[in-house]
């Protein structure tokens, strides 16, 4: 990634999410010069690992952390502005100065309290396995064309008027769905009274942003959150994020059009995990799902949720890298593996009798798969210092070696380990 034909490229997971984008991010962004973010909210949590200190980003591009890099969040993403100016506090804080290098999207949207209660009372009455943080509504605004944007705070009494209308309709959803919660007018209004000075500053056409500095040939990465089979067209819906987390929405998302972008990296953990409810066809057995999430340190970093564990499954990677276009894979948490004897590839499903090549487009049908695996031998070694493949046990290059095969596309990076030096760039 980012050479002399890829400067404008997109990071996105190609499984459930959580495979480990923030540290790859990280790793490119010290090569780029712009960071963008152009779906979700403050429900993604990259952690990234810098010496001692540990940076749970949620809302802010993690290439904030590098000096050199301008950070944007584009106008796909949905902003929860307390939980961005918590985020910057935190980073002024800890000595990270972010002055002229943070950039808001005016064209995004906000998610505020009362889509909260209403994602609360909606997990209620049908679980998703949501954070519970507002985005599904606020989403659900954008397209129902009723949402709030960043830029509305420059006209505050003509947007406490589409306060009075949204307010009022959240609280019929809220009474309809059983719900003894109810907004308030006047705390909204108090509260967007309060964010507006400081979300102004920082707000701007970030499509413009974004579009200069390509056209400038300066190296753009745009940072997509969750994963593909989580992407509200190509996921396993409705166990979906409510946004297009692929390498199409990072051109919606991001304000440029589809042939700025010249490379899509795929990032997929050595095995799978999950969070939330939906199928996961390479669970593990109780047992092994145990280890693996005691291994990976499979929690969620915003709702510290038990991940489900399984094994690689390359049906998945494989449809992930159709649907981004991927020209690149990342391999991460290769030394999770590294006490298994054996470790399962699921290759394919059997569904109804029959090999299945594809994920199916419904869920229940994907729940009634059946993995067919392939056992390889482990390794037995720990990989946490190797920095190149040569570096690696033979039984962990051959993994890898099938995984790029069957997965159909190039690795590039694989990681083996937290720390920002543990990767290898093949
Ligand atoms: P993201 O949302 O895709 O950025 O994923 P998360 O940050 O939620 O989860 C990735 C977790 O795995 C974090 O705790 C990382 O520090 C950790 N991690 C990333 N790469 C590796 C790796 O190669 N090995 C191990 N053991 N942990 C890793």
Redesign the pocket.
């Known amino acids: 990634m980012f050479d002399d034909r890829t400067t404008c490229a997109v990071v996105v997971?190609a499984q459930w999410?959580?495979?480990?984008?923030?540290?790859?991010?990280d790793v490119l962004a010290e090569r780029a010069d712009f960071v963008v973010r152009y779906q979700g909210g403050a429900n993604?949590?990259?952690?990234?690992?810098i010496g001692d200190a540990?940076f749970?980003l949620r809302q802010i591009p993690?290439g904030i952390l590098h000096p050199r890099v301008t950070c944007v969040v584009g106008n796909g993403v949905v902003i929860d502005a307390e939980t961005l100016f918590g985020e910057l506090d935190g980073l002024h804080e800890r000595g990270i100065d972010t002055e002229g290098r943070l950039f808001v999207s005016d064209r995004a949207h906000l998610v505020l309290p009362y889509h909260k209660l209403l994602d609360a009372a909606s997990e209620k009455s049908q679980a998703i396995g949501t954070t519970g943080r507002g985005i599904g509504p606020a989403y659900a605004d954008k397209t129902g064309r009723r949402g709030i944007r960043v830029g509305d705070l420059r006209n505050l009494a003509a947007t406490r008027l589409l306060l009075d209308d949204r307010i009022d309709r959240a609280n019929s959803l809220l009474a309809m769905m059983g719900s003894s919660e109810r907004a308030s007018v006047e705390e909204h209004a108090a509260l967007l009274g309060r964010l507006a000075p400081r979300l102004l500053a920082v707000a701007a056409d970030t499509g413009l942003l974004v579009y200069r500095a390509v056209k400038a040939r300066r190296r753009v990465l745009l940072e997509g959150?969750?994963?593909a089979l989580l992407d509200l067209d190509h996921g396993t819906y409705p166990y979906v994020t409510s946004s297009n987390t692929t390498a199409g929405g990072a051109s919606v998302g991001s304000g440029i059009g589809p042939t700025a972008i010249d490379g899509v990296l795929g990032?997929v953990k050595a095995y799978t995990t999950r969070v939330g409810n939906g199928p996961l066809p390479s669970a593990a057995s109780p047992e092994e799902d145990e280890r693996l999430r005691r291994?990976?340190?499979e929690f969620?970093?915003v709702t510290g949720r038990a991940r489900r564990c399984g094994w690689f499954d390359a049906t998945v990677v494989r449809y992930a890298a159709r649907v981004n276009g991927l020209t690149e894979l990342a391999v991460?948490?290769?030394?999770?593996l590294d006490t298994f004897e054996s470790i399962p590839v699921c290759v394919a499903y059997e569904l109804e009798g029959e090999r299945c090549e594809e994920v199916p487009s419904e869920v229940e049908r994907l729940e009634r798969v059946r993995p067919i695996y392939e056992t390889l031998p482990g390794w037995g070694a720990s990989t946490a210092s190797a920095r190149t493949l040569a570096d690696l046990p033979a039984a962990a290059r051959a993994y890898l070696d099938r995984v790029e095969r069957l997965a159909d596309t190039p690795i590039r990076y694989v990681?083996?380990?937290?720390r920002r030096d543990?990767?290898i760039e093949v």
């Open positions: 997971g999410g959580d495979e480990g984008k923030g540290k790859l991010v993604a949590g990259h952690t990234v690992v540990q749970i993690s959150a969750q994963g990032v291994l990976g340190g969620g970093a991460t948490k290769l030394d999770v990681s083996v380990g937290t543990q990767i």
